[in-house]
Nanobody, 122 residues
Framework: QAQLEESGGGLVQTGGSLTLSCAAS????????MGWFRQAPGKEREFVAA????????RYADSVKGRFTISRDVAENTITLRMDSLKPEDTAIYYC???????????????YGRGTQVTVSS
């Protein structure tokens, strides 16, 4: 069983919204940061957003700031990524990650989900 499991991906039109969820089954994730990376076809994996173990603070890539919102349910050991005003360039596989810290410059993490596809049509 995957220790991080994403859900909520799909197909949406430009300007639409989607909410991704990531459920953690590993208990020590409760003390870890969690976040999202994404990878579009032919491109490198890139940081999207991260959140502290307590739910604050949060960090965002400049490309999604003001459009995406990351939140955490500490009791349920889950995070969500609310994505509004979606653009075709947001099309990618979105991966949930977790470790002591989640930062844009590090791509290797103790916990990695299998990914969920988000497709934004123009």
């Amino acid at each position: 069983q995957a220790q991080l499991e994403e859900s909520g991906g799909g197909l949406v039109q430009t300007g639409g919204s989607l909410t991704l969820s990531c459920a953690a089954s590993a208990q020590r994730v409760r003390n870890y940061e969690m976040g999202w990376f994404r990878q579009a076809p032919g491109k490198e994996r890139e940081f999207v957003a991260a959140i502290n173990w307590s739910g604050r603070p949060t960090r965002y890539a400049d490309s999604v700031k003001g459009r995406f919102t990351i939140s955490r349910d500490v009791a349920e050991n889950t995070i969500t990524l609310r994505m509004d005003s979606l653009k075709p360039e947001d099309t990618a596989i979105y991966y949930c990650v977790s470790d002591h810290t989640v930062v844009p410059t590090i791509h290797e993490y103790e916990f990695y989900g299998r990914g969920t596809q988000v497709t934004v049509s123009s």
